[in-house]
């Protein structure tokens, strides 16, 4: 099939509603049920740490998204592939696919490298940062460990991108609840000090984060190099570093990597500046984001599938099913986050409570902070939908220049210097709260023009190539459900 030859596992160009709807799901489930895992992970950890101390949820926040932060260039560049894979398949191309996932492997090994030398830096950062000594202290412990299993997590995401950007997400739902369920148990050993292991606490944390994600790697990897993925798509080739296809990576990956970083960066900075209003402020929005992910993170799973159909549709060059596609991934999304909303505002007793330290009468004050800031949450809900969405099916047909440049903006110039400039001025913790909401109303607006706009339409990450230039392949039966 020719590079225009149009998706193989589509129906008729466009589709109705109902069934492009079906399809989403089928696509969208597995990674709305992974990107669930990760949630049920950050919020496990937690959960976990708000009941062993509170200096250990109060260094939990600014840490781990320290640490994110550095991955997420990594993770954004090397995870891109996802979009290769899309479109090469797409396209007919299937055995390039392999060869951009390698390349993908390859920036992940150079990410990890890179993740060791914040590691050594660690007191300087913490010490700019302002917070209380004894946070302090938990933050360079817990961020130090989750350095050092930074490559584990960079690889496992860049992987993932093989069966994601095939639409074969089931491997990847697996993936996640496996590493989800791995990270639970081993917390609850390590944190604690259970069956002869002894109390970790936040280091156990971070131990149990970088095992689980060493464990889920080592299982995907073996799983990418099966037989029928080495013959197909190209999963062992002579040479693992094609030059040519590390480059176009890195042309399109890294725009998507440093808007990924900079956004998480400016987030980053915004949970710095709000925890200089204290140890309470902090713990109230180390629980608040706790529970957003639990909204923030389908949603994401949902911009991955319409990524991932996006990249399809735009490598078979069948513009009308990717517009189906984001739109109808759209309402699913508003739907979510309206019950989401719901519950935030309207019955969060019981999600906070399990927050709660049975011992810390004193707690009190933190959890009626916390309700507070989840009324902040439900007022950007439905535009943090729309900029995921949006942001999501662009960059799925390569539009990562402007998602960089436009991020950059956004990011800097609405949040994180509004921040600082809120926490010199001594502004309220609740005025910082405020223009978090802000921010993310005009990137959900400025994302939906550029859908709008169109420019998208005309761009692909992929050269067409005929497929007589590849070597043939032997028949395969058909592929197992999710593998």
Not at 313 to 334: E, F, H, N, W, Y
Request: with cysteine; net charge positive; proline share 5%.
């Amino acid at each position: 099939m020719s590079a225009g030859g149009g998706h193989r596992d589509g129906g008729a160009r466009g589709g109705s509603n109902l069934a492009v709807t079906g399809r989403i799901l089928r696509v969208a489930l597995p990674l709305i049920a992974a990107s669930s895992g990760h949630a049920l992970r950050l919020f496990a950890d937690r959960v976990m740490l708000a009941r062993y101390s509170q200096e250990s949820i109060a260094a939990a926040l600014p840490a781990g998204m320290m640490c994110f932060v550095g991955m997420s260039l990594f993770i954004g560049t090397a995870g891109y592939v996802s979009t290769f894979v899309a479109q090469f398949t797409g396209a007919g191309q299937d055995r390039q696919a392999g060869r951009a996932v390698w390349q993908g492997i390859l920036l992940s090994l150079l990410g990890g490298l890179v993740m060791l030398i914040p590691a050594l830096i660690a007191p300087r950062l913490f010490a700019w940062a302002g917070h209380p000594i004894e946070v302090q202290a938990q933050q360079i412990v817990y961020f130090r460990v989750l350095c050092r299993f930074s490559f584990a997590g960079i690889a496992l995401a860049t992987l993932n991108g093989f069966w994601s950007g095939r639409g074969r997400t089931g491997t990847v739902m697996a993936i996640e609840l496996f590493c989800a369920l791995a990270n639970v148990l081993l917390n609850n050993v390590l944190i604690f000090g259970r069956f002869g292991v002894p109390e970790m606490g936040i280091f156990g944390a971070g131990l149990a984060t970088g095992l689980s994600n060493l464990l889920g790697l080592t299982v995907l990897f073996g799983l990418f190099l099966r037989r029928t993925n080495r013959i197909r798509f190209g999963a062992w080739p002579k040479r693992l570093l094609d030059p040519s296809l590390f480059r176009r990576v890195c042309r399109f990956g890294f725009p998507n990597g440093v808007q990924f970083m900079l956004d998480m960066l400016a987030f980053n900075l915004f949970v710095i500046f709000l925890g200089r209003a204290g140890s309470v402020a902090m713990e109230a929005a180390g629980i608040a984001f706790g529970l957003n992910a639990l909204a923030f993170m389908p949603i994401v799973g949902m911009g991955m599938a319409v990524s991932v159909l996006v990249g399809q549709a735009v490598g078979g060059d069948d513009i009308p099913s990717a517009k189906t596609a984001v739109r109808q991934a759209m309402i699913l999304s508003l739907a979510y986050n309206v019950l989401i909303g719901v519950l935030f505002l309207f019955r969060p007793e019981p999600v906070l409570a399990l927050f709660a330290r049975a011992d810390d009468p004193a707690q009190a004050e933190t959890l009626a902070m916390a309700r507070i800031a989840l009324r902040f949450i439900v007022a950007y809900l439905a535009f943090d939908a729309v900029y995921i969405v949006y942001s999501h099916a662009i960059k799925g047909a390569g539009d990562t220049r402007f998602a960089m440049l436009a991020g950059t903006v956004l990011s800097w110039g609405t949040l994180a210097m509004p921040s600082w400039l809120g926490a010199r001025l001594g502004w309220s913790a609740w005025v910082l709260w405020s223009i978090l909401v802000v921010h993310i109303v005009l990137a959900g607006i400025l994302f939906y023009s550029r859908y709008r706009f169109g420019a998208w339409e005309r761009m692909r990450v992929i050269e067409p190539v005929p497929p007589e230039t590849f070597a043939p392949v032997e028949p395969l039966p058909p592929p197992i459900a999710g593998a």
